[in-house]
């Protein structure tokens, strides 16, 4: 019976992250009742379950961040069984959140500043494959055999793990993950790839500012006005 409970909860969470209203309650209230919320279990029920329940034990000394990861680890384990699109992405995205939390990034440039932080593995159709939740530089950890490219280049070798070898899939990043060890390595493995570069990344190759790429085309129409 605890388990039904618990899964009823989560599914009308996931629901509750699809349809949105301003306030918990308001799936039962009256004026905004929304039946696949109110329908599945009572508002004390609900209110209930998410005051007591819990996936790790507290008491536990240096225990993971992350006290969902039996559910996260299930989660993803579900994901990876969708045959994947042959056009791959790799980026950041923020789960937008207020309360306290020592997995809580910040983040001025985005449009929600504050939230959990998660590398996403998704495909053309926004499909997530595959996804990371970032805890900080335990995060960074390699399999044997497997090259160190640095925090963010390892990010891709890890999600690369599942994507299958030599079938031309097509995997596209920003210059945050892109370095020409990294995509040598995906190469290696099959696996094509696409990314925008940064100039401390490839000494060998400077790249031109666009100030510089401006005055050189300005150079060249009059050149051949």
């Known amino acids: ?10 599914c009308t969470c996931l629901y509750m992250s699809l349809v949105q209203l301003t306030f918990t309650r308001n799936y039962w209230s009256t004026n905004f009742r929304i039946s696949q919320v109110a329908d599945t279990m009572p508002l004390n029920k609900f209110e209930e379950l998410k005051r007591f329940l819990h996936f790790s034990d507290n008491s536990i000394e240096d225990q993971d961040k992350i006290k969902i990861r ?24 923020i789960v937008p959140v207020k309360e306290r ?38 995060d960074n950890t390699m399999l044997d055999g497997e090259e160190d490219f640095g925090a963010s280049g390892n990010v891709v070798v890890c999600f690369s793990r599942s994507i299958p070898c030599r079938v031309n899939h097509k995997l596209f990043f920003d210059n945050y993950f892109t370095s020409p060890d990294l995509q040598v390595y995906l190469a290696k493995k099959g696996i094509l ?30 050149s051949t006005a």
């Open 1 to 10: 019976m605890m388990w039904r409970n618990s899964l009823a909860f989560v």
């Open 101 to 138: 939390s020592c997995l809580r990034q910040y983040n001025p440039k985005k449009p929600h500043k504050w939230g959990y932080k998660l590398w996403v593995l998704c495909g053309r159709s926004g499909y997530a494959y595959d996804f990371q939740i970032y805890t900080g530089k335990a």
């Open 70 to 93: 039996p559910l996260v680890e299930q989660l993803r384990a579900r994901y990876k069984t969708v045959p994947m699109e042959e056009q791959l992405s790799i980026d950041e995205q």
């Open 193 to 222: 790839c696409v990314g925008t570069a940064r100039a401390n990344r490839i000494p060998q190759c400077p790249l031109k500012s666009e100030d510089q790429m401006k005055k050189k085309m300005k150079k060249l129409l009059l």
